[in-house]
């Protein structure tokens, strides 16, 4: 079996990141593109291939929550460890599953929960207390302030504030630059300023 670390997706900065922390990719994994990329073997996400290369490590740097959620399970049930890529230290009194990614200039305050395969993008700010369900990912540049409880399979937007004590539905879309001001619920898509509901959301896409 092959014990080296391969990365899902084609992301610039998860990949320097991972340099900087020591941490060396030794293929790619995608689901649209093969070949070469900054001198690494991009594969084929099919099943088939993963068990061929006889993968043990994985880093999912995708931003999809719903299309994480379904590789974790598979992986899982595969003995495929989920590895997390950590850039700033945290505060003692945070807790995290595996597959927490936090990027470059990104910020967790005290007492934060932080759920199974997270990513943080580069520049975001969690404050203190805040709760982030499985398979969220946080946007560059967004803000979630103090005591903020954000559902599972959540996708907060670049430049997105979300105000003190709000609850975030599970599967909900938080639309880039939006402040939001009350509680969403589950399934919607908040966007604007102050944030609205604009549909229901089955799948995830960009707003």
């Not at 900054?38 to 291939?49: C, F, V, W």
């Not at 404050?127 to 959540?154: C, E, Q």
Request: charged share 20%.
């Amino acid at each position: 079996m092959n014990n080296s670390t391969y990365l899902i997706g084609l992301d610039e900065e998860l990949l320097y990141l991972a340099k900087s922390c020591q941490l060396s990719f030794d293929g790619i994994i995608d689901n649209k593109e093969t070949g070469k990329w900054n001198n690494l073997n991009i594969y084929s996400e099919k099943k088939s291939i993963i068990k061929d290369l006889g993968i043990l490590r994985i880093v999912l740097g995708i931003d999809d929550p719903f299309k994480k959620e379904k590789l974790d399970k598979w992986y899982s049930k595969n003995n495929i460890e989920i590895v997390s890529i950590i850039k700033n230290e945290l505060h003692p009194s945070c807790k995290y599953e595996p597959g927490l990614i936090t990027q470059m200039h990104s910020f967790l305050s005290i007492n934060c929960r932080i759920g199974r395969c997270v990513k943080i993008n580069v520049g975001a700010t969690i404050m203190h207390d805040v709760t982030i369900g499985d398979y969220v990912t946080v946007a560059p540049r967004a803000v979630l302030l103090g005591r903020v409880k954000i559902g599972k399979n959540v996708f907060i937007g670049a430049n997105a504030t979300i105000l003190p004590d709000i609850v975030i539905g599970d599967n909900s879309i938080i639309g880039a630059g939006a402040v939001v001001t009350k509680n969403v619920p589950k399934g919607v898509i908040a966007k604007g300023v102050p944030a609205v509901f604009v549909k229901k959301n089955n799948i995830f896409y960009n707003v």
